[in-house]
C-alpha cells in the first residue's frame, strides 16, 4: 500500500471505539471514527478521499450500523465492510444480508481484526 | 403533503437532518414517540424527501382494526376467500408499491400478523388471502409506535426479529413538554393555518403572555392537543380562559387523584376489596371462587406493587428487588394488572 490505509470506525460505546481507534491508529492508519450512524453517514458523504474500510458496530443510534452498510455497499461497492457485534444481538443475519464482507463477534482480539481488515483492504480498492 | 417539521429544538434540528440523511435509502424504519408528537408528520417529510414522492403513500393503523381484518386490508383476498369476500381486493401491500407504507401502532399487532409481516420484509413476498400466488412488493415501511417496543418484547408481546429487523432506522420524538421552545413557533405555523381557514377579521390569537403561559403546561396530548387549543381560542376567543382550563385539568393539580394515590386510602373490609355485593356478588353468572381468588390475587398485587413503585419512585429495577420478583415479571405485572405511572414517569 503506498499510503496510510484509511478506515472509519463507528460504534457507540466509547471505550470500544477508542480502543479501536488507538489500535488502528498505532498500525499505522488513518482512522476517522463516529459514535452514532448519523455521523457516519456525513462523514462517508463528505469525506473526499474515500475510506479504503468501514469498521461499523451493528446496534447504534439513529442509523443502524445495519443501515451504514447497505447505504456503503450501494454507494461505494468497492469498500470492504467489518460487522463487529456484541454476543447475543440478533442482527448478525441482517449486517450478512446487507453484505458486509466480514460479521466478527464480540469479544475478539484486536490484531485478528486488524489481520482480517488488512486482507479485505488488499482484495479491494476504491481508490 | 402535511406540514414541514416546524421546532426550534434540538431534538426536531436532530430529527430534520436524520430525516435528510437517511429519506433516500427506503430502509425500514421506526419512529417512536407519544401520541401527537408528529410521528405521521416525520414519516410524511421522509415520503417527501425520497425517490419515491409521487408514488403511494399508504397509512393503516394496526391498533384499530381486529386482527381478521388487519390481515386482509394488509394482504388483500381473492374472491370467495372467506365468506363476505364477494369481490377480489387488494391489500396494502399491493396499494403501496413503489412507495410507502406507514404502519401506524405496530406494537398493538398481534403475534400472529407480526410473524406474517416478518415473512413479507424478508422475501419481498407476500399472498392475498385465499390466494395461491406469491406478489412481489417493494415497499418501503416505515413504523410509527408509542410502545417502548424493548419493553413488548421482554414481556413477550413483540418478536424480536420483527423488531431488528425494522429498526433499521430509529427517530424518536420526545414529547412536547421536553421542547418547550418549540411551542412558540408550533402556535405562529397553526395560528396563520387556521386563520387562513376562519377567514375571519377579528379572530383572537393567543398574545406572547399566553404563550408563556401554554410552555408551561404539559401537553399529555402534545401537538394534536396543541392544535385543538388554538382552534378553540381562535373559535371562541377568550384564551385566558382556556388556558386556566387547561392547568385545572392537569393530573398534577387534580388533588383529589394525587392524595388518594399517595395517602393510600383502601377499603377496609376484605368483602369491600372483593366488590361482593356488586360487580363479584354470587348472584352473578360468573361467580366462583377460582375468579373471585383470581380477583383477590390481582387486587393485592397491583396494590402492594404501585405501593413499592411509589416508595422507590417508580424506580423498576428497585422495586423488582423489594419484591423480590425479576425485573422481567414486575414489568409484565405493571402492564397485565395496567398498574399506571403518575404523570412524568415513563411506562
Ligand atoms: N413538528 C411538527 N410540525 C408541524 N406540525 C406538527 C408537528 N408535530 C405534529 N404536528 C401536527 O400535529 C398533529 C399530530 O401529529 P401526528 O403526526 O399525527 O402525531 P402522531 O402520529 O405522533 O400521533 C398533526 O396534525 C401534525 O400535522
Ligand atoms: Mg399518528
Redesign the interface.
Known amino acids: 500500500m503506498a499510503t496510510n490505509p484509511r478506515v472509519l470506525i463507528i460504534d457507540d460505546t466509547e471505550e470500544v471505539l477508542s480502543a479501536l481507534c488507538k489500535y488502528f491508529d498505532e498500525q499505522g492508519y488513518e482512522v476517522v471514527s463516529a459514535d452514532n450512524g ?1 455521523d457516519a ?2 462523514l462517508l ?1 463528505e469525506d473526499i478521499p474515500g475510506f479504503d474500510l468501514v469498521i461499523t458496530d451493528l446496534v447504534l ?4 450500523g ?2 451504514v452498510i ?2 456503503v455497499k450501494k454507494k461505494f461497492p468497492k469498500v470492504p465492510v467489518i460487522a463487529i457485534t456484541g454476543w447475543g444481538e ?2 448478525e443475519a ?1 449486517a450478512r444480508e446487507a453484505q458486509a464482507d466480514l460479521v466478527l463477534e464480540k469479544p475478539f482480539k484486536l490484531p485478528d481484526l486488524e489481520k482480517e481488515a488488512r486482507k479485505l483492504i488488499a482484495g479491494g480498492s476504491n481508490r | 403533503m402535511g406540514p414541514p417539521i416546524i421546532g426550534v429544538s434540538k431534538h426536531i434540528q436532530h430529527i430534520r ?2 430525516v435528510d ?2 429519506a433516500h ?1 427506503g ?1 425500514n424504519t421506526v419512529i417512536s414517540g407519544e401520541s401527537g408528537v408528529g410521528k405521521e408528520v416525520v414519516a410524511q417529510n421522509l415520503y417527501s424527501r425520497s425517490p419515491r414522492l409521487g408514488k403511494p403513500f399508504i397509512k393503516i393503523n394496526c391498533a384499530a382494526l381486529p386482527e381478521g381484518l388487519l390481515e386482509s386490508e394488509l394482504f388483500g383476498y381473492e374472491k370467495g376467500a372467506f365468506t363476505g369476500a364477494e369481490q377480489k381486493r387488494r391489500g396494502k401491500f399491493q396499494l403501496a408499491h413503489g412507495g410507502v407504507l406507514l404502519l401506524d401502532e405496530i406494537g398493538d399487532m398481534s403475534l400472529p400478523l407480526q410473524a406474517k409481516l416478518l415473512h413479507v420484509l424478508q422475501s419481498g413476498e407476500f399472498t392475498p388471502l385465499g390466494s395461491e400466488k406469491e406478489l412481489r412488493t417493494d415497499t418501503w415501511v416505515i413504523a410509527a409506535t408509542n410502545h417502548d417496543l424493548k419493553q413488548d418484547i421482554s414481556e413477550g408481546k413483540f418478536r ?2 420483527l423488531f ?2 425494522l ?5 424518536h420524538i420526545p414529547p412536547l413538554r421536553e421542547r418547550q421552545e418549540d411551542i412558540p413557533p408550533l402556535v405562529d405555523f397553526y395560528v396563520k393555518e387556521y386563520a387562513k381557514q376562519l377567514g375571519g377579521e377579528n379572530i383572537e390569537i393567543p398574545s406572547p403572555r399566553i404563550i408563556d403561559r401554554m410552555m408551561q403546561y404539559s401537553w399529555p396530548g402534545n401537538v394534536r392537543e396543541l392544535q385543538n387549543v388554538l382552534k378553540r381560542m381562535m373559535v371562541l376567543g377568550n384564551c385566558d380562559q382556556i388556558v386556566n382550563e387547561l392547568f385545572a385539568t392537569e393530573p398534577e393539580n387534580n388533588t383529589e387523584v394525587a392524595t388518594s394515590v399517595s395517602t393510600g386510602q383502601r377499603p377496609v373490609s376484605l368483602s369491600d376489596l372483593l366488590d361482593l355485593e356488586g360487580e363479584n356478588s354470587p348472584d352473578n353468572e360468573s361467580f366462583s371462587l377460582k375468579t373471585i381468588k383470581r380477583k383477590a390475587v390481582d387486587q393485592v398485587e397491583r396494590e402492594i406493587i404501585s405501593y413499592v413503585l411509589d416508595k422507590t419512585d417508580w424506580n423498576r429495577s428497585k422495586a423488582a428487588k423489594i419484591l423480590k420478583i425479576s425485573y422481567k415479571t414486575l414489568l409484565y405485572k405493571i402492564s397485565d394488572l395496567a398498574i399506571t405511572p403518575p404523570p412524568g414517569k415513563r411506562r
Open positions: 448519523l453517514l456525513k458523504e443510534p439513529n442509523v443502524s445495519v443501515a447497505s447505504i440478533h442482527p441482517l | 437532518e436524520l440523511h437517511v435509502t430502509l424480536e426479529d431488528y429487523r429498526n433499521i432506522i430509529k427517530i
